[in-house]
């Protein structure tokens, strides 16, 4: 069986060939929401910033450098999707896969998709960052330190948190995506959980501040969708293999 590193190896050679189509949409994408972003910005800070905190910037680049990262973020979110389905039709071609999902079904995984990713941006821009970010300004207000925080770094904390909250609300589909598609097993998800569980929160701790609200408010959301995904695809799989077990 070929290694983990392989694999992977044979993924990026079949996504290079696709590469000027992924770099177009990336592009287009930067381009057509640069010229946005000065409301955005306001409308963030507005919202997010606690009452008796200032944002500052202390390089002169400093906020145009915000504004291309936050292009370019956005250029590859829209480039995702492309990205997945390139990885998905060279993974279905590499393991022979020869029964791939009904595109009514497939439908209906995108749109859940997209639900799911709206509801975790939502989850983490009104409910969770102004919870870790209110309670960092209080702990740091009890000992009488003034709250200023650097434009690049505040933003760019409130839009790492708030895509990694939405990708842990997409656990469930990519769980059941994979499942279906045959590329990974249900007791093979069971078996590693455990590990998976610690991986959550391991990342939880690397991407939010050093204190144990903000990292559970994180890895609580991708544990749990993650045993929602196992949840699901044992449903569906169950209900796939009765029609077959009838006939």
């Known amino acids: 069986m070929a290694s983990i590193t392989e694999e992977f190896g044979y993924i990026l050679v ?26 955005v910005l306001r409308k963030i800070t507005q919202d997010l910033l606690p009452e008796g905190a200032t944002l500052i910037y202390i390089s002169p680049v400093e906020v145009i450098m915000l504004k291309l990262k936050m292009a370019f973020f956005i250029g590859i979110i829209l480039a995702s999707p492309l990205v997945c389905y390139y990885v998905y039709k060279t993974l279905k071609v590499r393991f022979g896969i020869q029964n791939p999902m009904k595109k009514s079904r497939l439908i209906i995984l995108l749109t859940s998709a997209i639900t799911l990713f709206i509801l975790g941006i939502s989850y983490a821009y009104f409910l969770m960052l102004p919870l870790v970010l209110n309670y960092l300004h209080y702990l740091s207000a009890s000992v ?80 749990i969708f993650y045993e929602i995904g196992i949840t699901v695809a044992s449903m569906v799989t169950r209900k796939r293999s009765v029609p077959i077990q009838a006939s």
Do not use: H, N, W
């Open 144 to 223: 009488g330190v003034v709250a200023t925080y650097s434009i690049y770094e505040f933003i760019s904390f409130v839009i790492i948190l708030t895509l990694i909250l939405g990708i842990a609300f997409e656990v469930p589909i990519f769980i059941v995506f994979a499942v279906q598609s045959g590329l990974v097993q249900i007791a093979t998800l069971k078996e590693y959980r455990r590990y998976v569980i610690v991986a959550m929160f391991v990342l939880a701790a690397l991407v939010t501040p050093p204190d144990v609200v903000s990292q559970l408010v994180v890895a609580f959301p991708l544990v």
């Open 14 to 39: 079949a996504i290079k060939r696709k590469i000027l189509l992924i770099l177009a949409v990336i592009f287009a994408g930067f381009i057509g929401s640069f010229q946005f972003l000065d409301p």
